[in-house]
């Protein structure tokens, strides 16, 4: 049942990122900075109402914000904290809170462009739906909502946890253009999640669904985010991350009077996060060439593709 929803939950990601650039905003995970007080993030200490605000202090889980999307409300978000998962922002009574139990609508919001192509976005409530979330001071507990005219201390940047780059590194190369008989040669290849980090994920769900909407997001082609996100469903089939990623020895032919070539597909997620940083190893192609040059026909390799 988890491998099928996931499943599903990744074509969903794939339809989004082909329909439109805009931020992927569906189940993923943000940092969520004001534009007037640059460095304050929204911030939840607690699992009472009242225990949410802003920080300027080190980065935290309690920081990170997942958006969670209705199922008929199109572009209405419960906003989930990371530490707190049973706790979600409300516009109750129009007072910036969080709280727990059963969704209501005043937990709803979306997000509307600045409107300046800067990456920054007001926050609207769905349900008192001219209400904007504010930052009307420097404190850490100024946070209000309000329904006045616009200023930029209602502006906010959503930054992901996971930003990508897909790059094609090189497995093996053996140039036999000399050799005048076959050689052969064992060689490892790692597919799958290597993480960075030996720490243990507190959170699987959302460390996995961040990743899935990082490998949809940005200039990635379709066929790519395809790749790349059935190696994530295979690794992430496996329950126990010491398993997200496989190596097998592999062996490899190289024909005399050849150039070889074995090149693979990497996708490397960074954030915010030290301990999250993680690379997705895919599939490989066999080069042959005659001269120093391999000719590439299908654009398999790709030096360097931020998402």
């Given at each position: 049942?988890?491998?099928?929803?996931?499943?599903?939950?990744?074509?969903?990601?794939?339809?989004?990122?082909?329909?439109?650039?805009?931020?992927?905003?569906?189940?993923?995970?943000?940092?969520?900075?004001?534009?007037?007080?640059?460095?304050?993030?929204?911030?939840?200490?607690?699992?009472?109402?009242?225990?949410?605000?802003?920080?300027?202090?080190?980065?935290?889980?309690?920081?990170?914000?997942?958006?969670?999307?209705h199922p008929t409300r199109k572009g209405c978000y419960y906003i989930v904290n990371e530490?707190?998962?049973?706790?979600?922002?409300?516009?109750?009574?129009?007072?910036?809170?969080?709280?727990?139990?059963?969704?209501?609508?005043?937990?709803?919001?979306?997000?509307?462009?600045?409107?300046?192509?800067?990456?920054?976005?007001?926050?609207?409530?769905?349900?008192?739906?001219?209400?904007?979330?504010?930052?009307?001071?420097?404190?850490?507990?100024?946070?209000?909502?309000?329904?006045?005219?616009?200023?930029?201390?209602?502006?906010?940047?959503?930054?992901?946890?996971?930003?990508?780059?897909?790059?094609?590194?090189?497995?093996?190369?053996?140039?036999?253009?000399?050799?005048?008989?076959?050689?052969?040669?064992?060689?490892?290849?790692?597919?799958?999640?290597?993480?960075?980090?030996?720490?243990?994920?507190?959170?699987?769900?959302?460390?996995?669904?961040?990743?899935?909407?990082?490998?949809?997001?940005?200039?990635?082609?379709?066929?790519?985010?395809?790749?790349?996100?059935?190696?994530?469903?295979?690794?992430?089939?496996?329950?126990?991350?010491?398993?997200?990623?496989?190596?097998?020895?592999?062996?490899?032919?190289?024909?005399?009077?050849?150039?070889?070539?074995?090149?693979?597909?990497?996708?490397?997620?960074?954030?915010?996060?030290?301990?999250?940083?993680?690379?997705?190893?895919?599939?490989?192609?066999?080069?042959?060439?005659?001269?120093?040059?391999?000719?590439?026909?299908?654009?398999?390799?790709?030096?360097?593709?931020?998402?």
């Amino acid at each position: 049942m988890k491998l099928l929803v996931f499943r599903l939950m990744l074509l969903t990601l794939l339809i989004k990122a082909c329909e439109s650039e805009k931020l992927n905003l569906d189940n993923n995970q943000f940092l969520i900075y004001n534009k007037k007080y640059h460095k304050a993030r929204i911030t939840q200490w607690g699992s009472t109402s009242y225990e949410v605000g802003t920080s300027e202090q080190a980065l935290n889980p309690n920081q990170l914000w997942t958006m969670e999307p209705h199922p008929t409300r199109k572009g209405c978000y419960y906003i989930v904290n990371e530490k707190y998962p049973n706790c979600r922002i409300a516009d109750t009574q129009h007072q910036f809170v969080i709280y727990s139990g059963n969704h209501w609508p005043d937990q709803l919001f979306r997000l509307e462009p600045s409107g300046s192509n800067d990456g920054f976005y007001y926050i609207y409530s769905c349900h008192h739906t001219n209400e904007r979330i504010a930052k009307v001071g420097a404190g850490t507990g100024v946070v209000r909502f309000y329904s006045g005219p616009r200023y930029e201390d209602q502006l906010w940047k959503f930054v992901p946890r996971f930003e990508s780059s897909v790059v094609t590194s090189e497995v093996f190369h053996f140039d036999n253009r000399q050799g005048s008989t076959p050689i052969t040669r064992q060689i490892e290849v790692t597919t799958g999640i290597m993480r960075s980090s030996s720490k243990t994920i507190t959170n699987k769900t959302t460390f996995t669904t961040s990743i899935a909407a990082a490998v949809s997001s940005g200039s990635m082609s379709a066929e790519m985010s395809a790749e790349f996100s059935l190696e994530l469903e295979n690794s992430f089939s496996e329950s126990n991350d010491s398993h997200w990623s496989k190596t097998e020895t592999i062996s490899f032919t190289i024909p005399a009077k050849k150039n070889y070539r074995v090149m693979q597909h990497k996708a490397n997620f960074k954030g915010p996060f030290q301990d999250d940083r993680c690379s997705l190893l895919s599939k490989i192609k066999i080069f042959e060439s005659d001269t120093a040059v391999f000719e590439d026909k299908d654009n398999f390799i790709v030096s360097s593709k931020k998402s």
